[in-house]
């Protein structure tokens, strides 16, 4: 048996319904025994014309549609479109409303990066256990998403001027509580990770990513950083109101499997530390700019890249306006979608088991990838 | 080896998890959906519906049929044809009212854009869920009669958020009194 088919490559497509594609993600892997030689990525199949609807509906319009980019993170994708149209026409962000923004965004880092982590642990054959702890702490930030804006992953939250609606009664205690309580829940899921043998064994050595090659691919967010490039959109930019805060940008320095899943773990501490700093300052006063009108909002002529610091990279709205009411061109720059560039590099030469690992350590959502 | 220390230790947080679950309720928050629920929150929202004041819905309802919402609607699932006459709404004065206001819940995605931009806070979310239907299409075409609710109900279901708008909307009746001739609606 092995005799005939020495040195052929084998082709297998691996897709689109594997449990751990992450969604409908499909890879043509050319393999040689076991080990990965070719592998293309097949894009589209979750592909809902996005950007043209961006462009046929109002400005006001595209914002619940920006929810369903990167449906674990609809707050950081509200705040990047809001951040455009704002840089577009020169409004102003009242100081709450700012706050609120820092600490839905860090609380959203904190939804995706313990979820992604128990979908790491649930490609490695970790097959729901940590999953389900991960889970369990995400529901309950899902819940304050819900009672602030009233759904749990589609939060339509933020506006072009400030936000919707403000904090009903009792979110900040309640909010101040899961926060508390957070760092006694990584303590107990870090030592499901850190110390173990499998993970340990299953991602070190694998699937790096060589510093250069992260530059030059324009790889963003927690996996530049796991190959030891200091670059944070919240650092570098410094957009809302982040100089403001202290907190540390970790950085790896294999750039492996491992290196980007302690990176989450590591990012997740010092979210932590904003929402104290965010939770302790919070103004009081207004949350919505009163110039903007909420109908018929047209910005003027011109355009505007807007961009921050999204859980999985730099996430940035390209606009430009004609002046009317709908945007003359609307371009989303995903992270997930660019990071995914690199899955071949990284994968040749491991074996296919290890492509699961290496998809989950880059963490995408198939709703931003294809748009 | 593959099973050392570190897999033990994983090994112990599982049973601390599982044996806590008894115990603990930070540990089980799994909720029996049928048998029980958990409360929605106050702002919860699911699909739109329609205020009216008074006990007749026909009569009372805040809807005057100026299409905003129809034309903000991302997803374009309203679809409102105006009446030819104008009869009284609850306050008395002259309106048009939709002779048609159909919401195609399979296409609404519950933004509240329409609540948002409603001037006559005509339109509020609901919280009903449990919608599935057997059949695809008219079943789950909300008729304004489906859509219309009273104003209790909306306190029901958002208390604080329809007191503020309760308020609102008497400070505006207040405002308008002397004026003595009832004023067209604005149609744009």
Known sequence: ?371 | MMIGGGVLKGMAVTARNFIGSYFEKDRLTTVQYPEERSPLPENSRNFPFLVYDTDDAAAGLRCVACKICEKECPPQCIYIVKSEDKKPDYMGKPQFYPAIFDIDISVCMSCQICVEVCPFEAIKMDKVYELSRRERFDALLMRKSDLAKSNDYYHRIHPLEAEAVDAALDAAAAKKKPVPAPTPPATS
């Open chain 1, 1 to 371: 048996m092995t005799s005939r088919f020495e040195g052929e490559l084998l082709e297998v497509s691996m897709g689109p319904q594997h449990p751990s594609t992450h969604g409908v993600f499909r890879m043509n892997v050319a393999l040689e025994g076991e080990v990965v030689r070719k592998l293309k990525p097949v894009f589209g199949y979750l592909h809902r014309n996005h950007e043209k609807i961006g462009e046929n509906t109002s400005y006001l319009g595209s914002m619940p549609y920006t929810d369903r980019l990167d449906y674990f993170c609809s707050m950081t994708n509200n705040w990047a479109y809001a951040l455009s149209v704002e840089k577009l026409a020169g409004i102003e962000v009242p100081e709450r409303a700012e706050y609120l923004r820092v600490i839905l965004a860090e609380l959203t880092r904190l939804v995706n990066h313990t979820s992604l982590l128990g979908f790491l642990l649930s490609d490695m054959g970790a097959w729901g256990t940590p999953l389900m702890y991960a889970f369990r702490e995400r529901e309950r930030m899902l819940d304050l998403f819900e009672s602030l804006s009233g759904s749990r992953m589609m939060c339509d939250y933020m506006r072009f001027g400030g936000c919707r609606v403000d904090l009903p009664p009792g979110w900040m205690e309640q909010a101040r509580d899961i926060v508390d309580g957070f760092p006694g829940f990584l303590d107990e899921f870090e030592k499901l990770i850190t110390g173990n043998e499998i993970v340990i064994a299953r991602t070190q050595e694998v699937g790096k990513l060589p510093t250069e090659l992260a530059i030059n691919a324009g790889i963003t967010g927690p996996g530049l950083r796991a190959s030891g490039v200091n670059y944070d959109v919240r650092k570098v930019d410094g957009y809302g109101i982040y100089p403001r805060f202290k907190f540390r940008v970790p950085l790896g320095e294999h750039g492996d499997c491992y290196d980007r899943l302690m990176m989450r773990v590591l990012e997740l501490r010092e979210s932590l530390t904003i929402l104290h700093q965010a939770m302790d300052q919070l103004p009081e006063g207004p949350i919505q700019n009163p110039k903007i009108k909420i109908r018929a909002f047209k910005p003027p002529v011109g355009e505007a890249y807007g961009r921050i610091e999204a859980p999985k990279g730099e996430l940035g709205f390209y606009l430009i306006s004609d002046g009317t009411g709908n945007p003359y061109r609307y371009r989303v720059r995903p992270p997930s979608f660019i990071n995914l560039t690199v899955l071949e590099d990284m994968c040749l030469g491991h074996t296919v088991a290890d492509v699961m690992v290496i998809l989950g350590s880059i963490d995408i959502v198939m709703g931003e990838v294809d748009r």
